[in-house]
């Protein structure tokens, strides 16, 4: 693990054309992962890691504790020092378990945020669980049927899945630290605490019995650190040739038995000093997973996390470069894809999304982007394609239906952050701007909830708006609507609109809103 007195060197200038670099800021450990992508290879160049045990510092009332939140800004300002010289496109950190739990999270990200010099997405735990299975899938492939699971800090994640295809994907909160705290705080290994460690990981996996069964799944592989430091163990000490079976893991439990605590294993061939804390916790739940679902060989993977981040880091720019109006097919971003499903689901009327989405970035790009954050253009045209959605569920007050529906749905391809940002647009879209003083606050989210207002507002008659009609401007008041004079003679009930639209907007004291067709 490397000391602050050892710090990692930064890439000469240049040298980091062409990489991509993952963040995983786990439970127990934090992962800096730099790859590049040649002609669909993957070539790891470099990899950090270091046990932080930011889990650890979840206090009883779900609060990180100021020693954890310290010992992982101290890793992150070393995993910075490692990036300078990278832009960020290149770079995605993704934060799991202790962070989707944590409530003082959001000081945690800033203050992290400003060492790292990068944002940190929250991820929810199946989308964790989707990118485990990405990076599997890449860096060992297959065709058949498989189920592959991580056992981390606080959750673990179970997927089936079949080539680059994951079928199904859960995370249960139960994880190698969690388990461990719990049940082997004091370091003291026993038959009682075993059995009990055993109880509390099978009752809160029990619910993946039937969708995860046997009869699913042909092979089974385990991804990161709980399974490769038991399947280290196991190598080291001539038990297996580093599978995971049953008859290995009693031999594990039996080793801990005989020893009676984590420090008598000092020595132990294959046992990482800073794995002794949680072997306790981790063995457990393998061990349930074992006997539950009837896994007699798990084989360690060579994906993980990490690698799957930077898969689908490299698929969004890929999807990027491809023209808007190019076949959805060739489109790879996973997000795209999640929005069209959710359009679906819900029954949105695809030609207003349309035609609301495109007024909306037009508006958006003449305002200028030189302060905007490099996916509010995204971001933008996401929520003008899900802001109906909540009419599914009523139209009374749908914007706050929709606005719900986002910020709760799975939906693969976003961090939770991202969700909250498209929701906190859909909720803004119209009603009052009241409830949303502490989001315009920041000029970046102001100018999209106004374009999206606008547009939604322009397009109300559910009929196209000629984009050569309206012009948005920024100026040293706020804003300025310029509309043509023709077209607005011709609709004087969205003028009357946009003159209470201007009221909200001066009784906000945000924005001044202008709105002129001479």
């Known amino acids: 693990m490397p000391s602050a007195d050892t710090a990692p060197t930064p890439l000469a200038d240049g040298a980091s054309s062409g990489l991509l670099a993952a963040i995983d800021i786990g439970s127990n450990s934090f992962r800096l ?96 669980a989707r990118l485990i299975f990405a990076g599997v899938a890449r860096l060992q492939p297959s065709e058949r049927p498989r189920i592959v699971i991580d056992i981390g800090g606080r959750s673990t994640e179970m997927i089936l899945g079949q080539g680059r295809t994951p079928r199904s994907a859960e995370s249960f909160q139960v994880g ?22 055993q109880i509390a990981a099978g009752a809160e996996l029990e619910e993946a019995l039937a969708p995860f069964a046997p009869g699913q799944w042909i092979e089974a592989l385990g991804a990161s650190g709980t399974v490769g430091a038991v399947s280290q163990l196991l190598l080291a000490n001539g038990v297996t040739d580093g599978v995971i079976t049953p008859a290995g ?57 990490r690698q799957g981040v930077i898969f689908d880091l490299s698929e969004r720019h890929e999807a990027a470069s491809v023209p808007a109006d ?57 929520a003008a394609s899900l802001h109906e959605i909540g009419m599914s569920v009523s139209h009374h007050d749908h914007h706050r239906h929709s606005a719900y529906l986002i910020s709760h749905v799975d939906a693969p391809g ?17 009603g009052s701007l009241r409830k949303l003083d502490a989001t315009l606050a920041n000029d970046a989210t102001l100018w999209p909830v106004l374009c999206l207002r606008l547009a ?3 397009c109300h008659a559910r009929h196209d708006v000629p984009e050569r009609v309206v012009t948005l401007r920024r100026t040293p008041q706020g804003a300025t609507l310029k509309l043509a004079p023709d077209w607005a003679a011709g609709h004087p009930r969205t003028m009357h609109l946009l003159a209470e639209e201007q009221r909200l907007w001066e009784r906000s004291g945000r924005l001044g809103l202008a709105v002129t067709s001479t």
Not at 86 to 101: G, I, S
Not at 176 to 196: C, K, N, P
Not at 353 to 374: D, I, N
Request: aromatic share 6%.
């Open 249 to 305: 893991l009693r031999w594990c439990i039996e080793t801990c038995l005989l020893a009676g605590d984590e420090d008598a294993l000092v020595g132990l061939p294959g046992l990482k000093p800073e794995r002794r804390a949680v072997l306790g916790g981790g063995l457990s739940i393998l061990y349930t997973l074992a006997m539950q679902f009837g896994i007699d060989a798990l084989q360690p993977a060579r994906g993980a996390l």
């Open 456 to 458: 939604a507002l322009l």
């Open 176 to 197: 190698s630290v969690s388990l461990s705290m719990r049940y082997f705080a004091d370091g003291r290994y026993t038959d009682s605490a075993f059995r009990a460690a």
């Open 326 to 382: 190019a076949p959805r097919r060739l489109r790879l971003d996973m997000r795209d894809a999640s929005v069209q499903e959710l359009q679906r689901r819900f029954g949105s009327d695809l030609a207003q999304a349309a035609r609301v989405g495109r007024l909306a970035l037009k508006m958006f790009r003449s305002g200028g982007l030189e302060r905007a954050p490099s996916e509010a253009p995204r971001e933008l045209g996401w």
């Open 414 to 430: 976003f961090s939770q952050s991202q969700q909250r940002r498209v929701a906190e647009l859909v909720l803004g879209h119209r």
């Open 33 to 128: 992962e730099i790859g590049q992508l040649q002609r669909g290879r993957y070539k790891r160049i470099d990899y950090l890691k270091e046990t932080v045990r930011l889990g650890a510092g979840l206090d009883d009332e779900g609060r990180l504790s100021e020693e954890a939140q310290l010992r992982g800004l101290a890793c992150l300002a070393r995993f910075a020092i490692r990036l300078r010289g990278f832009a960020a496109w290149q770079v995605r950190a993704v934060a799991t378990q202790t962070l989707r739990e944590a409530k003082n999270r959001d000081a945690f990200l800033a203050r992290a945020r400003t060492v790292l010099g990068q944002p940190i997405e929250v991820i929810s735990g199946r989308e964790e």
